[in-house]
């Protein structure tokens, strides 16, 4: 008993850690802004975590397993073509992006955006979870190359995608604007239908 409720705590104060790192940045996010919206002690923080890069860590390692990852996953493995799951998992991230009316974007971006430079520790965090992305997207390419449906190197497409994705989040974030971002989202999906031909 006394552990599932340490368990709910720690969760209580990652999600809101996350939302906090989402929308506010790692600078702009105090220990103070999380433990007042978790609604726990300064205590019960430091029970679990030693400093904010510790909890952002978690944070990080989280949101890159449910938001990018799994879904990346799902959408491969429901899909009837590898294309139709890459266009399902980007139109996914596009319209609860959009649902967020642009706000926020992806925080493993932002994170790369914020902590590359300065936190080494962060640096590599994100850079795995970014290499994760692209190994799962590369794996599911490389049997297209090798039947000769595929008009690029899987991993160089893979690569391609990751940053073609970010950077139309990017964007979207800045312009806040729903036809634009749609066309962004869109030459993703026509880079897709060009690079693929199953």
Known sequence: MAQARRKTTQNKIIEKAEKLL???GYEGTSLNDVVGKAGVSKGAFFHYYPNKQAISQDVINKYSR???VAPL???LAEASTVKNGLFNWVSEFFETF???NFKGGCLLGNMALELSDQNEAARETIKQHFLDLE???ASALKPLMDDGKLFMEPRQLARLL???LQ???MMSK???DNNRASREFQAIAHLIEYAIKD
Do not use: D, F, P
Request: charged share 25%.
């Open 22 to 24: 989402w929308q506010q």
């Open 66 to 68: 449910e938001q990018l």
């Open 73 to 75: 996953e799902k959408r």
């Open 98 to 100: 959009k649902s967020h």
């Open 135 to 137: 190994n799962i997207i």
């Open 162 to 164: 990751i940053a073609s």
């Open 167 to 169: 950077g139309a989040t």
């Open 174 to 176: 800045v312009h806040k």
